[in-house]
């Protein structure tokens, strides 16, 4: 799961950044609302945490904006605790979510995964497709009952198909959503990380598409 994370204090976005990379995310993290704003129209992240005062552009512009292109990413607004006129309007222009600074960093990855879990539909806090159950929460990935090991990037594979199930997700977006910008990625990681998940769960569970990409299926 991606997360752009958009916030001008060092100290704070430090930490959030931080937070949030230990529960598994991969984060981007930018500074500035305007530089915001062409991450956001050029790609795609399941969701965004967002400073309102913020030098280049206004958070509330940024959010506004995205609403007017259709862009419906999931966006928690951070704001300051006195100002009760900034949460109503983060909520009014189109923000899922507040929160308040300081905030402790459980809270919000426990929203961020609110988040992401309604705006794939979802209301129960586990993802089940077939025999298998990944619980975004613990961490914890069960096939037939039974705990299975996964390694982190292995575990975000697998949640980005089984929210996505049953769309085939393309190759280009799975990278997208499992790295960060600064990462180094062999060429073939992907193939790797599907073919480890194949021999853990089962091989039919995740299909190859040809030419289009991978989804997973429950038994029929
Ligand atoms: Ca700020």
Do not use: C
Request: glycine share 10%; hydrophobic share 35%.
């Amino acid at each position: 799961m991606r997360i752009l994370l958009v916030e001008d204090d060092q100290l704070l976005g430090d930490a959030t950044q931080a937070g949030l990379v230990h529960d598994g995310y991969v984060v981007e993290w930018l500074r500035d609302g305007l530089q915001a704003e062409s991450a956001l129209n050029s790609q795609s992240f399941d969701g965004v945490v967002l400073d309102l005062g913020l030098p280049g552009k206004d958070g509330i512009e940024v959010l506004s904006s995205m609403r007017k292109r259709g862009d419906s990413t999931p966006v928690l607004v951070l704001t300051a605790r006195d100002s009760v006129g900034d949460r109503v309007k983060g909520l009014d222009t189109g923000g899922d979510d507040y929160l308040i600074k300081p905030f402790d960093l459980d809270e919000l990855s426990a929203r961020l995964r609110a988040l992401i879990r309604r705006s794939s539909g979802r209301s129960a806090p586990t993802i089940e497709v077939g025999t298998v159950s990944l619980n975004p929460a613990s961490h914890q990935v069960h096939v037939d009952g039974d705990l299975t090991e996964l390694s982190q990037r292995e575990f975000s594979l697998l949640q980005l198909l089984m929210e996505a199930e049953p769309r085939v997700l393309s190759r280009s977006y799975l990278e997208e959503h499992l790295y960060g910008w600064g990462d180094d990625i062999e060429s073939n990681a992907l193939e790797v990380h599907i073919h480890n998940l194949r021999k853990k769960l089962s091989k039919s569970f995740i299909q190859t598409i040809r030419g289009v990409g991978y989804k997973v299926q429950g038994e029929r």
